[in-house]
């Protein structure tokens, strides 16, 4: 799809891109701004976004408005589309890449942090999809792409509301996905293994994780470029990485308890 479009088509065409100042999200802002496309970026950084805004308009000379937003209160997809209809945007390209998780026992994280969870996983991510759906349905064009993880394909102790969040994106996505053929607007889930950006901070895992230590992981720009590209293909889902691949197999063919004990082997420390 990417080649039909030209130039001017480009300058009338907008991305949202949720979790955007860091990792992959910060990846998929310059990949869209290097194609010359408009950009709305949100996330709760609104430093970070400004600073990234005003580099993107600089370099590319796109139009490019950044948002603050912290997706983990309710309410909060429907305030950023008010902001949107308020600057006459239409978003043509939604990329729900905002998410977030925590390491440890589930019984041991505060409430208040796995509410969040899936308040930012799953129910932000669902809202925005359905809000900018519509319009894109009117337009008979558009592309979504949400951001699952190979964690949405098995349990994962040790991040049980993390991983389970993503299985709920990874199922809710190809359904839309099946639900919308023939109507212009694609679903594209980008299933990225572990991957080396702000979200280990974050999720508190620990620098001597067997996962983070491991071939599983991968740069941010990769990742960014395969969904970027499996985005415009039309891709329903896209696993970056052999090795990933081969995992998310294997995990079909083995009991699901045996791919629960080596997914919480794996979140361990290294002894």
């Not at 000379?61 to 912290?70: E, H, L, Q, T, V």
């Not at 970027?228 to 998310?248: E, M, R, T, W």
């Amino acid at each position: 799809m990417k080649k039909d479009l030209n130039e001017n088509s480009k300058k009338n065409l907008t991305a949202l891109i949720t979790g955007a100042s860091s990792g992959i999200g910060l990846d998929f802002a310059h990949l869209f701004a290097k194609d010359g496309y408009n950009l709305i970026l949100v996330a709760r950084s609104g430093d970070k976004l400004d600073h990234l805004a005003k580099e993107l308009i600089e370099k590319y000379k796109i139009f490019c408005k950044p948002i603050s937003c912290d997706l983990a209160k309710p309410g909060a997809a429907q305030e950023l589309f008010r902001k949107t209809q308020s600057l006459d945007v239409h978003i043509d390209f939604l990329i729900n890449n905002a998410g977030f998780g925590a390491m440890g026992m589930f019984y041991e994280i505060d409430t208040q942090i796995q509410t969040n969870i899936i308040q930012v996983n799953i129910a932000a991510l669902t809202e925005l999809t359905h809000i900018y759906l519509k319009p894109m349905l009117d337009k008979k064009f558009g592309r979504i792409l949400n951001v699952a993880s190979t964690a949405a394909f098995q349990p994962g102790p040790l991040m049980s509301v993390y991983y389970a969040s993503k299985a709920y994106v990874l199922s809710f996505s190809a359904a839309l996905e099946n639900e919308l053929k023939g109507t212009g607007v694609n679903v594209t889930t980008l299933c990225p293994g572990p991957t080396q950006s702000g979200f280990q901070s974050v999720a508190k895992i620990d620098a001597h994780s067997k996962i983070f230590n491991s071939p599983l992981v991968s740069d941010s720009a990769s990742v960014a470029r395969a969904g970027y590209k499996a985005l415009f293909d039309a891709q329903s889902i896209i696993i970056p990485g052999v090795v990933n691949k081969i995992g998310v197999c294997s995990a079909k063919f083995v009991p699901r308890q045996f791919a629960t004990r080596v997914t919480r082997w794996l979140q361990e420390k290294r002894s």
